[in-house]
């Protein structure tokens, strides 16, 4: 028992040190950008740069359903990381008025709670648009 007490005390301390190391070394963030029941149009391929991150994916979702059979789909948490060529819109609600635009110069990196539309995922990139909960925004 005691073993693994110091086990896990050590585990911590070493935690302790090398993660503000690693976070130190990431550039400073940019502006994040929240906007809350809003709709969003997005085209474009997944990024392929390297950011740090804790996991080191450009796309990954939390409780994904497609409750039928065809391009619907409901998304509790989803976080995507766009390339610069890609184009993101986020709007008050459906054709109405533009929130937030992605200016093609920077990685768009988006955090989704709750989405609820149509998602099409090809070779081509992926192909969003539906209503959202909520959407941080962060460029890097």
């Not at 509790?76 to 890609?86: C, G, P, S, V």
């Not at 929130?99 to 990139?125: A, C, E, K, M």
Request: aromatic share 12%; charged share 20%; glycine share 8%.
């Amino acid at each position: 028992m005691r073993r693994k007490i110091i086990g896990i005390l050590i585990c911590m301390l070493l935690l302790g040190t090398i993660i503000p190391t690693i976070t130190s070394a990431q550039p400073v963030p940019n502006e994040k950008q929240n906007f809350n029941n809003c709709y969003m149009v997005a085209e474009g391929m997944l990024t392929d740069k390297d950011f740090p991150s804790i996991i080191g994916i450009s796309m990954w979702k939390i409780h994904y359903t497609r409750p039928f059979n065809d391009d619907r789909a409901k998304v509790f948490y989803w976080f995507i990381r766009f390339n610069e060529t890609a184009k993101v819109t986020i709007y008050s609600e459906e054709n109405g008025e533009i929130l937030w635009q992605h200016q093609g110069s920077t990685v768009p990196q988006l955090r989704i709670f709750l989405f609820n539309g149509i998602y099409i995922g090809s070779d081509d990139g992926l192909q969003i648009s539906g209503k959202i909960g909520h959407i941080q925004i962060k460029e890097k």
